[in-house]
Every structure is written in structure tokens, then in C-alpha cells.
């Protein structure tokens, strides 16, 4: 055996460029830099595609198929051009991974079929989306800024049958008291998005469900978070500073530790009840973001 291994034009390179005395230095953060992202990990700088695609493709492996079968029904939903896997044959991306998830907690806990629903802060209109192909949901109602609304309006017709979309009412928020007018729902729902509210925002939305709803769905963020390097914040202080300041709990929390996210939990479950006659039926977190919590509450007209 005359033969003895070589070095490539690859390994030469790193050996040269990358991984080497100088560059491991004394080890104290050589697991953050360029050395691990030549031994073990991608560079989470430039990798984020990469990590949202094995984020799905890890969660989608997880399915039952009764979960499959609700993602199957929601047709449409590559439209838009999302970050998508296949698996087993389907196209899957995250948006309507979560929406799944947020519609079987749901549905554990209320039955939705012939339901009159109201969400407030729709985007680009995924959960009614979600909702409307999987249930026999009677009428759907969307708050939302007149800005997002253009949006999910164009994206919801283009998904839904003309029949579906006939079903959902459009009330821009400065329009909320007189389209509203006498209208009762039996759930309210919110997705991320109260917690992007100011305070009197909040306590508004909040006073409107506890008047004119039976149930309400939230999944929102425990806290918030000062970890710079989850983002590098990238939009900016003035930025973080807005978004520190939004919604009904300011606390900063470290939320990649779970119990720190339970513990915090136990403040959102407060402040999310609309009101003191109301009580949580179910909470739990909100997979797959460290920081969310889902909870579902039940007013006194539930019983009705
Ligand atoms: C982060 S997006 C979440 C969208 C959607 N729920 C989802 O999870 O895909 C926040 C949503 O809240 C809406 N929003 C912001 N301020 C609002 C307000 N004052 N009243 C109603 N909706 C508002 C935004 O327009 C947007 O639709």
C-alpha cells in the first residue's frame, strides 16, 4: 500500500482560510463563527433558507394522518411562491403547518362547524383560509387595517371558491361599530398579531370579544426578548424599541428556555381573558416558536 491519502483543493483551502491554530484561537467562541460552519453546521447568517426548509421537513415528518388530511383540503395554499418541502408527494410550508396546528387546538376544544367567526388581524389570510376549507364555518368576519386588507381580500379570493369567499365580511377598523352593528360570533380569533397592539388597542379588542363573542382562540407571543442574536436586529433600535413596547406583556424573557416561556404563560393566560366572566378552558404552547402560547376562553354566553 504505496498509496497515502492527499489533501484536496477544498480541504487545502479551509485548512489555509478557515480552520487552523490561528482561527480555533483559544476556543471560547469557536462554536459561533466560521470554524463550526466548516465542521458541523451551515452559517446561520446566509443559511436561513436552509433552516426554515429543515424546520418544515422535520415537522411535516411528524404528521398523523388526520393532520394530512386537513393540510390536503386547504387547496391553494402554494400560492404566493412560499418556502415549501415536498413530502411524501405534498408541497408543505410552515404558514399552514402552524394554521393546522392552531385549528386542531381549536377544534379539541370547540366545535366549529356552523360557526360564525370573527378574526382580528387576518394578514394575509391563512387561518380563515385553513378554517374555511375545513369546516363548515357559516360566516367569517376579518378586522384588520385597510393596508393588510387589500391584501388578504386578493389573496382569499384567489384560494377560495366564489361561494367561500361570499362568506367572509371585510370591516376595516375605522368601521368596526357601524358594519358590526347588533353581530354576535361564536369564536373569535387572533394569530399573532395583539401583541403587536398598543395597550388601549388591546383593552378594546379585548372589551369587543367579551361583548359579542362565545369563544376566544389566542396565539400569541408570552413576552419579550432582547436576544440580539437571533436577528442581529436587523430592522433597526427604533425598531426593537416599537416592538418592545407593543401589546399586553412587555416582560423580556430569555424564550428559548421553556420553562421561562411556562412560567410567563401563566401572565399571558391573564391577560388574555377578556374579562373577569370568562374562564380558560385550554392552553398550552403554540409549536413550532419557542416564545408562543395558545389558549382558548370561554364567556358566560357559551353556555346558551
Ligand atoms: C403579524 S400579522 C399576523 C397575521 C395573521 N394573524 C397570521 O398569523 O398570519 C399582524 C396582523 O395584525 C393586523 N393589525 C395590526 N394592527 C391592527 C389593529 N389595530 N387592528 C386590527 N388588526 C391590526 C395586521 O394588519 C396584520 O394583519
Not at 408543505?92 to 366549529?112: G, H, I, P, Q, T
Not at 386588507?149 to 367572509?168: D, P
Not at 391573564?270 to 370561554?298: G, I, K, M
Request: hydrophobic share 40%.
Amino acid at each position: 500500500m504505496g498509496l497515502k491519502p492527499q489533501v484536496n483543493e477544498l480541504w487545502r483551502y479551509i485548512g489555509e482560510n478557515e480552520v487552523n491554530a490561528e482561527a480555533i484561537g483559544d476556543l471560547a467562541e469557536f462554536k459561533r463563527g466560521q470554524v463550526i460552519y466548516r465542521l458541523t453546521s451551515f452559517d446561520v447568517r446566509t443559511n436561513g433558507v436552509r433552516y426554515l426548509k429543515t424546520l418544515i421537513h422535520n415537522l411535516a415528518g411528524r404528521l398523523g394522518p388526520e393532520s394530512w388530511e386537513r393540510l390536503r383540503r386547504i387547496e391553494g395554499r402554494e400560492f404566493g411562491h412560499p418556502y415549501s418541502v415536498t413530502y411524501d408527494g405534498e408541497p408543505v410550508c410552515l404558514d399552514y403547518l402552524r394554521a393546522v396546528s392552531d385549528l386542531e387546538f381549536m377544534e379539541k376544544n370547540v366545535d366549529l362547524d356552523g360557526r360564525r367567526v370573527l378574526e382580528i388581524g387576518a394578514g394575509y389570510g391563512r387561518t380563515c383560509h385553513t378554517l374555511m376549507s375545513n369546516k363548515d364555518i357559516v360566516s367569517y368576519t376579518i378586522i384588520d387595517i385597510p393596508t393588510t386588507m387589500a391584501l388578504s381580500r386578493k389573496y382569499l379570493r384567489t384560494v377560495l371558491s366564489e361561494e367561500q369567499f361570499g362568506r367572509i365580511d371585510f370591516i376595516p377598523i375605522d368601521e368596526i361599530e357601524e358594519s358590526l352593528g347588533s353581530a354576535r360570533f361564536d369564536l373569535c380569533v387572533n394569530v399573532d398579531s395583539l401583541a403587536e397592539m398598543s395597550a388601549e388597542t388591546f383593552g378594546y379588542y379585548l372589551a369587543l370579544i367579551a361583548e359579542r363573542c362565545r369563544y376566544f382562540y389566542t396565539n400569541n407571543p408570552v413576552g419579550k426578548y432582547m436576544d440580539k442574536s437571533l436577528d442581529d436586529h436587523a430592522r433597526g433600535e427604533e425598531a426593537v424599541a416599537r416592538a418592545l413596547d407593543a401589546g399586553p406583556l412587555v416582560d423580556v424573557i430569555d424564550i428559548d428556555d421553556n420553562r421561562a416561556v411556562r412560567e410567563q404563560a401563566r401572565k399571558f393566560v391573564v391577560a388574555y381573558r377578556p374579562d373577569d366572566s370568562w374562564c380558560c378552558v385550554a392552553d398550552e404552547w403554540a409549536p413550532p416558536f419557542t416564545w408562543y402560547w395558545q389558549a382558548l376562553f370561554q364567556g358566560p354566553a357559551a353556555g346558551r
